[in-house]
């Protein structure tokens, strides 16, 4: 199957690439649409350009090509001229060339850039690693100050997935699902605390999104026995003053209800393997998840979102 | 892993998990971790200031994009890691970064020679394990660099001197203790099957203990003379006994005892509660600086003793 790349929400479509196709999710009318491309996008940049707009921007073959959506639904990709040349290039040309000849030399290096220009420096986030993976990997993740002349903050091999990143930025703070944790710091840090003893042994944290404050945190975990998938809410603000709390589990502050799933006719997930969740808007009203059947013998994906009520 | 004790009431460890360097935090006597962090990557340096001989400082030799960085660790509230130009000392010594690896700037000067850059990597020497550096009431009066290889070396740097190699298969950071006595900075060093205690500046030792058959040390350290109403520098040493049960494999039981710099045997005690029905081989331990604690840190097996308090001030 082809890797996932990532997802975005675009005002009401979440749009989820994988390498080869694109699909939208028409999150009003659960409407579904999916357009083909060729070629492996070997950089990403996931650009949050408010709490309801984020875009994709994907290059392939050495061309910036920008996400967007057809006035029929269709997702489109429109090719990006002059971005390579602009404000992105120092992050590129720091993120990746020099830190992918530092992490891996002659191997191929993917980048994944998270950006958020609407937010205080640092605005740049980048993840580098060999290829896009559900399943953690060994990567290298850096945080960049775009307008500083040393524009480095936090450099840190860190082991996770790579397939539409678990990273979110929010008021100062940044958080990732890594391993079988989740790291949280200001984003002036060199630093991540770990939410220790937050959720059970058989539990990963798949997915993350900060709240637009940065002070509480929705997390979607799966449960590795059952294959069941919670999404909590969790008051982070112990962690980011240096204080672990001694009963972690007070921080959770509840967990979202899953309602309405689009497009209509998702199908039910299996039970044997239940979903894996990749992405939660950044108003944290819908996840995004793949969902997978078996049919004659084939593996087949399909994507979905649900949405999320808080009580 | 290493162990460190950046407060009297702190204890902090790392490790790294699939690349991914880790940092924990204990506050002392409670064993369970406080907090813990993703932290660059790094070689620690370990500094021991004049007058603050309960606190170890923290540092990180950081090698990134842009050469060699050094962050300054500071354990007050969210860890953070400030990236400065050199550590200073008393006396206007320094150590600076340089192409791949650390310059010791005795006296605050510059100087070309090569005894005193600290590198990395050195394909004769080996890797870089950590760096211990230690300040006199006139300054930087030595700096001690375990370099892990084919052989493994103890380099002890001081200033006007050519280092002086001192080969010790298995020394660590971990394995290294210093004390200050009135004779000057007593240090022990240690492997599993034998512990040194050396005055510094001299390059004989003023003992050398041999570990126990069905034994192997796990930590030494010095006790100044003054300790426990007792005129004479001493060496305390921890080892882990091993002893066969009828029908099942061997336990383990952690032993505190205390030498004489002749060698005799001053007092033997086990250490409470450390009894354990596996065989605990090659542990990674360090004792506090006030030699109250013993810290015992592996992946899956982590613990804080108490010391007996015959070692103790």
Same mark, same amino acid.
């Given at each position: 199957?082809?890797?996932?790349?990532?997802?975005?929400?675009?005002?009401?479509?979440?749009?989820?690439?994988?390498?080869?196709?694109?699909?939208?999710?028409?999150?009003?009318?659960?409407?579904?649409?999916?357009?083909?491309?060729?070629?492996?996008?070997?950089?990403?940049?996931?650009?949050?350009?408010?709490?309801?707009?984020?875009?994709?921007?994907?290059?392939?073959?050495?061309?910036?090509?920008?996400?967007?959506?057809?006035?029929?639904?269709?997702?489109?990709?429109?090719?990006?001229?002059?971005?390579?040349?602009?404000?992105?290039?120092?992050?590129?040309?720091?993120?990746?060339?020099?830190?992918?000849?530092?992490?891996?030399?002659?191997?191929?290096?993917?980048?994944?850039?998270?950006?958020?220009?609407?937010?205080?420096?640092?605005?740049?986030?980048?993840?580098?690693?060999?290829?896009?993976?559900?399943?953690?990997?060994?990567?290298?993740?850096?945080? =960049?100050? *775009?307008?500083? !002349?040393? &524009?480095?903050?936090?450099? +840190? @091999?860190?082991?996770?997935? #790579?397939?539409?990143?678990?990273?979110?930025?929010?008021?100062?703070?940044?958080?990732?699902?890594?391993?079988?944790?989740?790291?949280?710091?200001?984003?002036?840090?060199?630093?991540?605390?770990?939410?220790?003893? =937050?959720? *059970?042994?058989? !539990?990963? &944290?798949?997915?993350?999104? +900060? @709240?637009?404050?940065?002070? #509480?945190?929705?997390?979607?975990?799966?449960?590795?026995?059952?294959?069941?998938?919670?999404?909590?809410?969790?008051?982070?603000?112990?962690?980011?003053?240096?204080?672990?709390?001694?009963?972690?589990?007070?921080?959770?502050?509840?967990?979202?209800?899953?309602?309405?799933?689009?497009?209509? @006719?998702?199908?039910?997930?299996?039970?044997?393997?239940?979903?894996?969740?990749?992405?939660?808007?950044?108003?944290?009203?819908?996840?995004?998840?793949?969902?997978?059947?078996?049919?004659?013998?084939?593996?087949?994906?399909?994507?979905?979102?649900?949405?999320?009520?808080?009580? | 892993?290493?162990?460190?004790?950046?407060?009297?009431?702190?204890?902090?460890?790392?490790?790294?998990?699939?690349?991914?360097?880790?940092?924990?935090?204990?506050?002392?006597?409670?064993?369970?971790?406080?907090?813990?962090?993703?932290?660059?990557?790094?070689?620690?340096?370990?500094?021991?200031?004049?007058?603050?001989?309960?606190?170890?400082?923290?540092?990180?030799?950081?090698?990134?994009?842009?050469?060699?960085?050094?962050?300054?660790?500071?354990?007050?509230?969210?860890?953070?890691?400030?990236?400065?130009?050199?550590?200073?000392?008393?006396?206007?010594?320094?150590?600076?970064?340089?192409?791949?690896?650390?310059?010791?700037?005795?006296?605050?000067?510059?100087?070309?020679?090569?005894?005193?850059?600290?590198?990395?990597?050195?394909?004769?020497?080996?890797?870089?394990?950590?760096?211990?550096?230690?300040?006199?009431?006139?300054?930087?009066?030595?700096?001690?660099?375990?370099?892990?290889?084919?052989?493994?070396?103890?380099?002890?740097?001081?200033?006007?001197?050519?280092?002086?190699?001192?080969?010790?298969?298995?020394?660590?950071?971990?394995?290294?203790?210093?004390?200050?006595?009135?004779?000057?900075?007593?240090?022990?060093?240690?492997?599993?099957?034998?512990?040194?205690?050396?005055?510094?500046?001299?390059?004989?030792?003023?003992?050398?203990?041999?570990?126990?058959?069905?034994?192997?040390?796990?930590?030494?350290?010095?006790?100044?003379?003054?300790?426990?109403?007792?005129?004479?520098?001493?060496?305390?040493?921890?080892?882990?006994?091993?002893?066969?049960?009828?029908?099942?494999?061997?336990?383990?039981?952690?032993?505190?005892?205390?030498?004489?710099?002749?060698?005799?045997?001053?007092?033997?005690?086990?250490?409470?509660?450390?009894?354990?029905?596996?065989?605990?081989?090659?542990?990674?331990?360090?004792?506090?600086?006030?030699?109250?604690?013993?810290?015992?840190?592996?992946?899956?097996?982590?613990?804080?003793?108490?010391?007996?308090?015959?070692?103790?001030?």
């Amino acid at each position: 199957m082809a890797e996932v790349v990532d997802v975005a929400f675009q005002e009401n479509a979440a749009l989820i690439v994988e390498v080869g196709k694109i699909h939208r999710i028409d999150l009003v009318s659960g409407e579904t649409h999916t357009a083909s491309f060729h070629g492996f996008p070997d950089v990403v940049i996931r650009e949050r350009l408010s709490t309801d707009h984020e875009t994709l921007l994907l290059r392939i073959g050495g061309v910036f090509y920008r996400l967007g959506s057809g006035s029929n639904g269709r997702p489109l990709l429109e090719e990006e001229g002059g971005y390579a040349h602009t404000d992105f290039r120092s992050v590129f040309q720091l993120g990746v060339y020099g830190a992918s000849v530092a992490i891996a030399g002659q191997k191929d290096i993917h980048a994944h850039v998270l950006r958020f220009p609407l937010s205080s420096e640092p605005r740049a986030f980048c993840l580098l690693a060999e290829g896009y993976n559900l399943e953690p990997i060994a990567a290298r993740f850096l945080s =960049l100050d *775009e307008d500083s !002349e040393n &524009p480095l903050r936090m450099d +840190l @091999d860190v082991y996770i997935r #790579t397939s539409c990143p678990p990273i979110d930025a929010r008021n100062h703070v940044i958080a990732m699902a890594l391993d079988n944790s989740i790291g949280v710091g200001p984003t002036e840090s060199r630093v991540l605390i770990n939410l220790n003893g =937050l959720f *059970e042994e058989h !539990e990963i &944290p798949e997915v993350v999104a +900060l @709240d637009e404050q940065g002070e #509480t945190l929705a997390c979607a975990l799966r449960d590795q026995r059952r294959n069941a998938t919670r999404v909590l809410r969790i008051d982070i603000r112990p962690w980011l003053s240096g204080l672990a709390p001694q009963n972690p589990k007070k921080a959770v502050l509840g967990e979202a209800k899953m309602g309405k799933r689009l497009p209509k @006719d998702a199908p039910t997930p299996d039970p044997r393997f239940g979903i894996i969740p990749l992405r939660i808007s950044p108003s944290l009203d819908w996840l995004v998840a793949e969902v997978n059947t078996i049919r004659g013998g084939k593996t087949l994906r399909r994507f979905f979102a649900v949405n999320l009520t808080w009580e | 892993m290493s162990i460190f004790f950046p407060s009297h009431r702190m204890c902090v460890t790392s490790d790294e998990i699939e690349r991914t360097k880790r940092l924990h935090i204990l506050e002392l006597p409670d064993e369970s971790v406080r907090a813990t962090y993703q932290i660059p990557a790094g070689i620690y340096i370990r500094v021991h200031r004049w007058g603050k001989d309960t606190e170890e400082l923290l540092w990180l030799a950081n090698s990134g994009m842009h050469g060699v960085s050094l962050l300054r660790f500071d354990f007050s509230g969210f860890l953070s890691l400030t990236n400065e130009a050199q550590i200073d000392f008393l006396d206007g010594s320094r150590i600076v970064p340089a192409r791949n690896g650390l310059q010791i700037q005795w006296g605050g000067r510059l100087s070309d020679k090569s005894s005193d850059f600290v590198p990395l990597s050195d394909p004769r020497v080996g890797d870089l394990e950590g760096i211990i550096a230690i300040e006199g009431p006139s300054g930087l009066q030595a700096v001690l660099v375990p370099r892990v290889g084919e052989t493994d070396f103890l380099v002890f740097h001081e200033p006007g001197k050519a280092p002086i190699f001192l080969s010790l298969a298995g020394v660590r950071m971990n394995r290294v203790e210093i004390a200050r006595s009135e004779q000057g900075v007593l240090i022990a060093i240690t492997n599993k099957s034998v512990a040194k205690l050396f005055l510094l500046s001299r390059q004989r030792p003023l003992c050398k203990i041999e570990g126990a058959p069905s034994s192997e040390i796990c930590a030494a350290f010095p006790i100044p003379a003054g300790t426990g109403g007792v005129g004479r520098d001493r060496i305390g040493v921890i080892s882990a006994r091993f002893e066969r049960l009828e029908g099942k494999g061997w336990s383990t039981i952690l032993m505190s005892q205390v030498f004489e710099t002749n060698g005799s045997l001053v007092s033997e005690a086990e250490i409470p509660e450390s009894a354990h029905e596996y065989q605990l081989l090659q542990l990674n331990a360090r004792v506090s600086p006030d030699r109250r604690w013993l810290v015992v840190w592996e992946p899956y097996y982590h613990r804080v003793f108490q010391i007996p308090s015959i070692t103790n001030s």
